[in-house]
């Protein structure tokens, strides 16, 4: 079986702009999280998705927006970039939303980021 | 608030020497713990979890975790290291109903020939 994908790989964008990250999660599961990972730091979980329902947010201002479809795939969208945007952008899978199920994320290669 | 720390940024170990990974984290309840490895420009793969039960839980490639609830640790060993073993370490704490994982901010660990 295919594992989390991301597409893009990388990207490079200018400050202002908007960018659309993409994840397909592993066949099966239905709950979708986004991961920041900025250079030399941990992860930093920005949303959790289950059912196309937000179901979690971390501390991110609201230019970050995300969306879950019915296949299960999601989509991270930034506005009005910043340099401090720059980053890995992680998507984890898990089968589902409560104990164990949730807890068992898979990560996807990340979408690399750069804002110039 | 929920917190992991991993005290040591870098580590340098021999090759075929031992490995202990500190991690530390600050939680009411008894969390999900993990660890993660990431080599450069790749995402997290899992290395092992803690749920419940036994408190020394084994893992991919060689690795173990000890479960401590009085020191609040789940530190990371292996036996005999291997080079291909150099990479970023995370461990991470799972809270809560929903997949909120807190992270460490890592340990980097180089390995010498």
């Known amino acids: 079986d295919a594992g989390v994908t991301q597409s893009p790989t990388h990207l490079i964008k200018t400050r202002g702009q908007h960018v659309t990250l993409r994840c397909s999660p592993i066949s099966g599961h239905k709950s979708v999280s986004w991961y920041q990972q900025v250079l030399g730091q941990g992860p930093q979980f920005i949303f959790q998705?289950?059912?196309?329902?937000?179901?979690g947010r971390g501390n991110f201002p609201d230019r970050f927006s995300a969306r879950q479809f019915p296949n299960y795939s999601s989509e991270l969208n930034v506005n009005a970039l910043l340099l401090g945007d720059s980053a890995l952008y992680l998507c984890?899978?898990?089968?589902?939303?409560?104990?164990?199920?949730?807890?068992?994320?898979?990560f996807g290669p990340g979408t690399r980021l750069l804002v110039l | 608030a929920q917190s992991v720390t991993q005290p040591d940024i870098h580590i340098t170990v021999s090759e075929g020497a031992s490995l202990e990974l500190r991690c530390n984290y600050s939680?009411?309840?008894?969390?999900?713990l993990f660890w993660y490895v990431q080599s450069p420009g790749q995402g997290l793969q899992l290395l092992l979890k803690y749920f419940s039960g036994d408190t020394l839980v084994q893992g991919i490639k060689g690795f173990e975790a000890e479960f401590k609830r009085s020191q609040s640790s789940f530190n990371l060993r292996k036996p005999s290291v291997h080079w291909s073993d150099a990479a970023e370490y995370f461990c991470?704490?799972?809270?809560?109903?929903?997949?909120?994982?807190?992270f460490g901010s890592g340990t980097k660990l180089n390995v010498k020939p």
């Open positions: 939680y009411g309840a008894t969390p999900y």
């Open positions: 991470a704490v799972g809270v809560g109903n929903f997949n909120k994982f807190y």
């Open positions: 984890a899978s898990s089968p589902g939303l409560l104990g164990k199920d949730a807890m068992s994320q898979y």
């Open positions: 998705y289950y059912e196309k329902e937000e179901r």
